[in-house]
């Protein structure tokens, strides 16, 4: 886990890509989202071929 993001935050741009501060909650916020979608993304690949082969055997 990146640590040090948590710790310190991350920097938060504003539309025009000037630094507006830094934030520990973005920080947080973005690394649920990098774990949830590492979890998620990979589930039809593991899920879906037991599926058809299920139904395929029938």
Known sequence: MRYGELE?????LDADGNLVGSSKIAARHAL????????VLPMPI??????VMSMLEK
């Open 8 to 12: 310190e935050g991350i920097d938060v």
């Open 46 to 51: 593991l899920v879906l071929p037991p599926i």
């Open 32 to 39: 649920l989202e990098t774990a949830l979608t590492r979890v």
